[in-house]
Structures are given as C-alpha cells and as structure tokens.
C-alpha cells in the first residue's frame, strides 16, 4: 500500500486518470465478485451449490469482498471529503454559541468533522477550555462516533435510504438531547478540575488548511489501508457469524427470542452490544445477517448504536476529564436514548 | 534540533513517530526526538488534533500524518545547517 501512496500522480491530468482507474476497477470488482466465487467453488472445485456448507463459505468469501471493497470505497470517499473540516474549524463555529442552537450544530458537526477517539480527550479540554459550553461539547462528542460517516454509506449500499435516514436522524437526536440534558445538570462540577485550569498555549495549525488535492487522496488511501488493518480481524469474526448465521440458524430462531413482538429484543441487543467493541463498520455484516433471519431494524440499530458510542476503551479514555458521576449519567442518557429508539422504530416500522 | 511527536499512544501517533525517526536517519540530521502523551503539555502547544509534530517548540503538523517527503521538507527547512 506505501508503494500505491508513492505513486499517487502530481500533476492534475494524472490524478483525474488515476481516480478514474481506480474509480473503473472498483466497480469492475464489485460485479465481478459473485461470479467470481461462483466460478472457484461450484466450477474450478466442483463443489455442490446447495450444500450448506458450500453455501456457507460461498457467502463467507463473497461477502468478505463485497464488504472489504464497499469499505475501501466508503473511507476513500470520507475521508477525502472530511479533509476539508477539522476539529479545529468545529470549534471556532461553535464558539459563542449558546445552548440549544449549539447542541443542533454540535451534534451536525459532530457527524461531518473527522475524529478520532484517541483525540477525545484533547477536543474535549480544547472546546471546554474555549469557553464551548460542557453540554454541547458532549452534543459533539456523542454524535461523532454514533453517526459515523463509514456506517452511512454502508447502510445506504445494503439497506437503502429510508434506513439510513432513520438511523441519522435518531443519532442526531440522542446527542441533541443527551448533551442538552447533560449542560442542564449542571454537570461541570463532576468534570476533573485540570480541564478548567488548563491552559491553551502556542499556535494551533488547522489540519484542513492548505493542503493540495495529491495530499487530500492520498489521505484517503492511507486512511482505507489503515482502517482495513485495524478492524480486519473484527470484520473476518463479523463476516464468519453472519455467515453461519446466514447457512445454519432456522429463520424462526431469533424471531421468537428478539422478534417484533419481543419485549426485552432491544435491551438485550444494547446490553450485548455495550461490552462489545468494534466500528460500526466491523458488525454491518453481522447486523445484514441478522436482519435477513427477520430481527427488527430498531433492534438492530439500537445494537449498532451501543456497540459504537458505549465501549469501554472510550469510557476509559473519558474517565480522564470526567468524574464517575458524570459517566454514569453520561452512559445513563445515551444509554436510554438508544433504547428509546429502538422500540419507536420498531414500532414505526412494524 | 528537538523534535517532539505529541499524542495519547494512538496508532498514528506511532506511525508518527516511526515516519519521523525515518526521515530524521535518512537526512542524517542531529536531533533528538520525544514523545509527549500528557494531555496537559499536549494542550500547552494548542494542538487539538492529534498526532502533532512540533519541531524546536514550533507545531509544524496538526491532526495527519504527512508523507516521508513532505516530512524531510518541513525537517530540512527547520535544520540550521
């Protein structure tokens, strides 16, 4: 991948071609793959078609690929686009703005600004320390892992629009309010006092200032390679439970545990998913599993959402600024504000 | 030169680091590098954005990772010699 980084082209003509390359292998990839899996297992191997167990490892290898090139498209996209904001922008917009109005856009920037959890800690003492009120400071901190950009275009590509428009208005409200709920408490007095006494010194660079479009892509596909490395063992376990999920679990299985008429379906799926830690982009495929074997979306997104805003590393990396009693609270609101969304979808969408 | 990498530990404050040492060998300069991971001198420097270089107490890069040869640019520039 650092060899494809070296090469990216310098000059404008060579990079228009070179997207448009890439642009041509990947969609040439993608409506290859099934074929392609077709032709190794029932033609070059001579396996049977309707075994289970063949169907299972078909559908193991297609998605595998399906999902690795939907991925690699998806971050490209992202992350070229998000080189054009930065924390640091988000917070010269919201600086000055007062609860409520600043909860809205905090919550929307928090969706569009690229972030890092390992960056929490110092977006939260910088937005704090610039005077961004604590409530609207959580607003952003909440949306940005829940209404992740990557999770978007993977459900937009696997369960179209209406879906995708559900799960980014519901995000949106659980920051809104939960950050609008956490400024009301009063909650600064549970913040540790260093936040408050540190001081912002030096002169801080916008990282979305002034770089050319060669950086912006290659960006992008530094990004992609480094994403894949990281989440590629939660996406092979991901994959390999759907697919079993796919070839062996009976259809009535979770329908009768976790169903549309389930009480206990949504706080079970966030109670399994708080402790499990992946991207929203390591349980799609589990997630699309799942809802071929009949679970209901609101479940599965409340599922979704838990795995992604609620996981111990991150709440091990909040526990730096705030004090026990506002993670609590803070896992309390997200916490319940998921679960809120998941029964109103199920019922919406029953 | 003191060269500074500033971040929690994260990936690419590793990779970061790694790039710099690099370029730093490869240009064969006289510098030292250090990490800082406390979040108050992080904060000290400005940088929201992690990983951050700072190069003779000045933040030449905020947020990204820059490539190996923008990264011996910004060291050339910053070198006395």
Redesign the interface.
Known sequence: MSLLVDHVPTTRRGQVWGLVGAAMAWVGLYLLNEHVWDWVLYGALGLHPLSRATETIHFFLYDTAKIALLLVGIIFIVTVLRSFMSVERTRALLGGKREGVGNVMAAGLGVITPFCSCSAVPAFIGFVAAGVPLGVTMSFLIASPLVNEIAIGMLLTLFGWKVTAIYVVAGLTVAIVAGWILGRVKAERWVEPFVFETTLGGQSIDPAAGLTMEQRIQMGIEEAATILRKIWPYLLVGIGLGAVIHGWVPTDFFTTYAGPGSTFGVLIAVAIGIPLYSNAAGIMPMVQALYEKGLPMGTLLAFMMAVVALSLPEMILLRRVLKPQLLALFIAVVGSGIIAIGYLFNFILA | MIIKVL???????K?LERVTKDAIAELGLDATIEKVED??Q?????????P?LVIDE????????P??S?LRDLLTSASPN
């Open positions: 971040g929690p530990g994260c990936t690419n404050c990779n979040y108050g992080i904060m000290g420097y400005g940088v929201m954005s992690t951050a000045k933040v030449v890069v905020s947020g990204r990772v490539q190996p923008e």
